[in-house]
């Protein structure tokens, strides 16, 4: 499933191709569900209409029907940008599967390879990544055990702590601010 904005920087048509080549290639029943709404939005719809494995839900707001849709997915697959959806994902309990990127959110450093998600590179990664997910129930036990970890230490508490802790050791540096200099 892909959850977000879709346009040019989130590489949603890499996912639904690395899909369609899955299907082809490997031979395995993989669907994509894609929910969000964007500029590219009309175009991806235009290009896959037909494909019963390729659902475009658009644009979902209300938490109960998120809910639903979630727990039909086996994994949150973004290609491209990530942002605070990892945060989601995680708090559904679900794995993370991305691509290395020169320009990424603050929030993939949440994402472990091997761990609680996949960290790939390039198309080829994606293909072969995605294949080894759709293949390997250990892989995807281990992920939402990964993730089931992962989403209890970023439950506000456990953030807040780690911002408070982050600012007292970096006070304590023994470091002046120009401040108290003068």
């Avoid at 995605?130 to 036990?141: I, K, V, Y």
Wanted: glycine residues 10%.
């Amino acid at each position: 499933m892909f959850i977000g904005r879709i346009y040019p920087p989130k590489r949603v048509d890499a996912l639904i191709e690395t899909a369609k080549r899955l299907r082809t290639e490997a031979n395995l029943d993989v669907e994509v569900v894609i929910v969000g709404g964007g500029p590219d939005e009309a175009e991806l719809k235009a290009r896959y209409a037909g494909q019963t494995w390729c659902k475009f839900l658009g644009r979902v707001l209300e938490e109960q029907e998120l809910g639903r849709i979630f727990r039909c997915a086996d994994a949150i697959v973004l290609p491209g940008k990530v942002g605070l959806v990892v945060n989601h994902s995680f708090a559904h309990g679900l794995p993370v599967i991305t691509c290395e990127a020169e320009i990424q959110t603050p929030e993939v450093e949440y994402i472990k390879h091997g761990y609680n998600g996949m960290m790939l590179e390039g198309d080829e990664g994606l293909y072969q990544g995605l294949r080894e997910f759709a293949t390997s129930p250990e892989l995807r036990d281990r992920l939402a055990t990964g993730v089931l970890e992962t989403r209890s230490r970023l439950e506000l508490d456990h953030m807040v702590t780690a911002f408070d802790e982050a600012v007292t050791k970096a006070l304590g540096t023994g470091q002046t601010s120009p401040a108290r200099a003068a």
